[in-house]
Nanobody
Framework: VQLVEVGGGLVQAGGSLRLSCVAS????????RGWFRQAPGKEREFVAA????????YYTDSVKGRFTISRDNAKQTVYLQMNSVKPEDTAVYYC???????????????????WGQGTQVTVSS
């Protein structure tokens, strides 16, 4: 499966941005999809995850209340709505999937095995 992230760009602090992750190349009926990010000089970190039905979501503490993950399975797309962004949200954002994955209590560790190329998000102060 191929993943493509779109929607990155430059945004002012306090503004909003929506990222999309579109899957293609394979038909599947279940996955766990996650968003990760990597800032310059830092390790990649988990941001958010969603199960197949969209009934379960999970966020890292730093984005809770500001970011919302959602999905449209008819479009094989997962979204990350980013509101009230901060300069520390600046990073390359990656989408990842684990087809047939188990959401469980640690979706940040779902065994993601397909990754997108990333999209740059820059938040200016």
């Amino acid at each position: 499966v191929q993943l493509v992230e779109v929607g990155g760009g430059l945004v002012q602090a306090g503004g909003s941005l929506r990222l999309s992750c579109v899957a293609s190349g394979r038909t599947f009926s279940s996955d766990v999809r996650g968003w990760f990010r990597q800032a310059p000089g830092k390790e990649r970190e988990f941001v958010a995850a969603i199960n197949w039905t969209g009934s379960r979501t999970y966020y890292t503490d730093s984005v809770k209340g500001r970011f919302t993950i959602s999905r449209d399975n008819a479009k094989q797309t997962v979204y990350l709505q980013m509101n009230s962004v901060k300069p520390e949200d600046t990073a390359v954002y990656y989408c990842a999937t684990k087809i047939g994955g188990y959401f469980g209590t640690r979706p940040y560790d779902a065994g993601y095995d397909s990754w997108g190329q990333g999209t740059q998000v820059t938040v200016s102060s």
